[in-house]
């Protein structure tokens, strides 16, 4: 059996509505770093460590340890989510300590995790 898509069946634009949401729309380049920004979080051991760093403040290794990966892996992860804005730094003696980047993050990590909850 062949289950049929759903279209619309009418043949109306409402033009005023069209034409409403298109003036709110944003610049292609803004859309594209959106769908960029969104694509940083698609890759498990990202979300790992910004669900970490939303815990506390840590150092690579800490993050190493705690993720059971090599430091190099870790740093590689960490440099993504620092060109990306995620995550900052804070240097103490020869101990670098990460963070998140701001609270924006911290809601994204928090709201995601929330949602995902309730459908389970």
Do not use: W
Not at 16 to 41: G, H, N, Q, S
Not at 84 to 93: A, D, I
Request: charged fraction near 35%.
């Amino acid at each position: 059996m062949q289950k049929k898509e759903e279209t619309c069946e009418c043949e109306i634009i409402h033009e005023d509505i069209v034409k409403k949401v298109r003036d709110t729309f944003p610049k292609d380049e803004m859309i594209f770093d959106l769908a960029d920004f969104y694509k940083i979080f698609g890759d498990t051991t990202r979300v790992k460590i910004l669900y970490a760093l939303d815990k506390s403040e840590l150092c690579v290794c800490d993050i190493s340890a705690l993720l059971e990966m090599t430091v190099s892996a870790v740093s590689h992860q960490l440099k993504i989510l620092r060109d990306s804005n995620l995550v900052k730094t804070r240097r103490e003696g020869k101990v670098v300590y990460y963070s998140l980047a701001d609270e924006h993050v911290q809601e994204i990590i928090e709201c995601g995790m929330e949602h995902i909850s309730e459908l389970k």
